[in-house]
């Protein structure tokens, strides 16, 4: 059996802001071709863990590590030829409501290539056509469902066929038939696509139908990891608490 290859690593990784230690000594191993969901409580530091992995963020002290590359230590030009490399979808898809739904997928190929119109023309109908949404780069984003949205912001994020694509709270906000969508084109992205998936979420249900591999964290650190089954079955109450959603446990509910 081939040995995992750990496409993302992060070592010691501390981070404050003022006086909020918000993480506290991070070690990190996301496997590469698998959908890694990073877990834990509102404001608990998951998006700023996932700022740190895509370079917005620098530790104030450890390693991230990219295909073994650090990359806290590079210039802002050797960043941006790592950043290529990812995909990010944003918590309600991040469209720029001026611009059509293929003017926003067009965007990162416009800014980072040299491609012809009509080769880039191809790209967005190919990339919306694998989200669902054929045809529908003429619509403006207030024409969309929320869902639909997410859709577009996957689209572009897949643009440059990255090799890794993070999805924030993907989730959020959508009801339960359009959360079921947005799950499938998780594993859409890692069967189809070919990349590796970092999620950020809260949502246990959608968790555990998308999740390779559950990383959960809590006051600044990885308390528990595994695969789905692993997780519900980990002996620990805090982990317990959260998963089941109960409000009587050691996480203190403010």
């Not at 720029?96 to 080769?119: G, I, M, Q, W, Y």
């Not at 023309?121 to 403006?140: C, N, P, S, W």
Request: charged share 25%; with cysteine.
């Amino acid at each position: 059996m081939a040995a995992v290859k750990n496409i993302i690593q992060l070592k010691g990784v501390h981070k404050s802001f003022a006086a909020h230690h918000v993480l506290r000594g991070i070690d990190l191993d996301l496997p590469a071709d698998q959908v890694n969901v990073i877990i834990g409580r509102s404001g608990g530091g998951k998006s700023v863990l996932l700022k740190h992995i895509i370079g917005l963020l620098k530790p104030d002290k450890g390693q991230v590590l990219i295909d073994g590359i650090d990359i806290v230590p590079l210039s802002g030009k050797e960043l941006a030829k790592i950043r290529k490399r990812f995909g990010m979808l944003f918590q309600e898809g991040a469209l720029f409501d001026s611009l059509t739904v293929a003017e926003n997928v067009a965007f990162p190929l416009l800014e980072h290539t040299k491609k012809s119109r009509s080769e880039i023309m191809d790209i967005v109908e190919e990339k919306l056509a694998r989200v669902g949404l054929k045809g529908m780069g003429y619509k403006m984003p207030s024409e969309l469902s929320g869902g639909m949205r997410k859709r577009v912001g996957l689209a572009r994020a897949l643009a440059l066929d990255p090799q890794i694509v993070l999805f924030d709270e993907p989730t959020s906000g959508l009801d339960p038939v359009m959360a079921s969508a947005i799950n499938e084109l998780i594993l859409q992205t890692r069967d189809e696509f070919g990349a590796t998936c970092v999620v950020i979420s809260h949502d246990i249900p959608a968790t555990m139908a998308t999740a390779d591999e559950i990383f959960m964290l809590y006051e600044g650190k990885i308390i528990a990891h595994g695969t789905p089954e692993d997780i519900k079955n980990w002996d620990d109450p805090v982990v317990q608490q959260f998963i089941q959603g109960k409000a009587q446990g050691p996480i203190k509910v403010y």
